[in-house]
């Protein structure tokens, strides 16, 4: 079968949330999908925590200071499956486009932890899968919760495959190569507003990390940013000191860019505008004539990645997770499935050899 190689036009969105407002934003969400795909848009990328919004207030203000902030995040945050998945499902489904859309995530369980996702809706309007962020960046720690490698995965869609990472994920090349190595052909990367005046520039870290991706992936890159709205600063800044240290300018980037790490549509940079590009996959195949990272210009005899894919839980007993998601298969039903195909394997000695790994893993 030839080797599958779409053309399609994607969407970088640049906007700002309803600020702490889980209705107002998943409507927001759902407008500017529909906004995007009447422009012919089958692939659109939201910002990071996009919904309700991003917690700037802890670069200014102590914790005890932002715990009201805090609260109405919690309260505010998603759940996923929930009502406001089903409303963003609903609108991809209808504009027939895949969408990636940053969330606070509020764990069911668990309800005191969130954490920071990218949402990853299909064409069809179901939930292929969610990217929880490995490590939140320095002060974020206070906020979110740390993901684990069970969501570092490509999808293989209508359109291609396709990868996300948040913020500064983009910086860590381990992860980056996770993706690539899963065959990723186009990378979603969203990120925040950072209107602080230190001495960071995000709008330049973005877009080294772009195209950085891009050049050394020979991939597709959609990158979508929030802007910092009047709201927003409304909201957080107590003193005319914190308004001033929250209002540098540029502060937030989006743009998309091409497998050579040329910009082909954007940056937009402090104002609302959704950006468009056309991709074509084919483009990905003569960069990889030079250096393919992932295949033919490596040396997987000298050096490799190790990738983790257990996903964390809060309480284990006797190999048996007792606490689990609805749905979710518990470990002793999948070593009963696994030791009733055993019997079907007829070689004694790999047969034995799995019994021996299954014993060793429940502990006995």
Not at 162 to 176: D, F, V
Not at 208 to 220: D, L, Q, Y
Request: with cysteine; proline share 5%.
């Amino acid at each position: 079968m030839p080797l599958k190689m779409t053309k399609f036009k994607a969407a970088a969105v640049s906007a700002a949330p309803v600020y702490l407002n889980l209705e107002a934003t998943v409507h927001k969400v759902c407008s500017l999908i529909e906004e995007a795909a009447d422009m012919g848009a089958r692939l659109i990328g939201f910002p990071e925590t996009f919904v309700p919004g991003y917690p700037h207030w802890y670069h200014f203000l102590r914790v005890d200071q932002a715990h009201p902030f805090h609260i109405r995040l919690v309260k505010n945050a998603v759940e996923v499956p929930s009502e406001a998945t089903d409303q963003i499902c609903r609108a991809a489904k209808k504009a027939h486009a895949i969408v990636i859309v940053g969330i606070n995530e509020r764990d069911p369980v668990n309800w005191g932890t969130l954490y920071n996702t990218n949402l990853i809706i299909d064409h069809n309007g179901g939930i292929l899968g969610k990217h929880r962020k490995i490590m939140p960046t320095m002060v974020e720690k206070i906020c979110w919760g740390a993901g684990d490698g069970s969501s570092l995965r490509v999808y293989d869609t209508v359109l291609g495959l396709i990868g996300t990472l948040i913020c500064g994920e983009n910086t860590n090349p381990l992860a980056k190569f996770a993706l690539l190595s899963q065959g990723e052909q186009i990378h979603v990367a969203n990120y925040p507003a950072n209107p602080a005046r230190t001495y960071y520039k995000l709008t330049e870290a973005i877009e080294i990390r772009s195209r950085a991706m891009c050049f050394e992936g020979k991939v597709f890159t959609v990158t979508s940013g929030s802007t910092f709205s009047d709201e927003i600063r409304d909201t957080i800044c107590l003193t005319e000191e914190h308004r001033e240290f929250m209002s540098g300018k540029p502060n937030c980037y989006t743009a998309i860019h091409g497998p050579n790490g040329e910009c082909l549509a954007g940056p937009v940079m402090d104002k609302e505008e959704i950006v468009y590009a056309e991709i074509d996959l084919e483009q990905c195949l003569i960069p990889k004539i030079r250096h393919d990272v992932v295949g033919h210009y490596n040396r997987f005899d000298i050096m490799w990645l190790g990738l983790n894919r257990s996903p964390q839980r809060p309480i284990i007993e006797n190999g048996t997770a007792l606490r689990r998601h609805p749905g979710q298969m518990s470990e002793e039903n999948f070593f009963q499935k696994l030791e009733a195909l055993l019997e079907r394997i007829e070689d004694t000695q790999t047969r034995d050899e799995i019994q021996a790994l299954v014993r060793m893993y429940r502990g006995f």
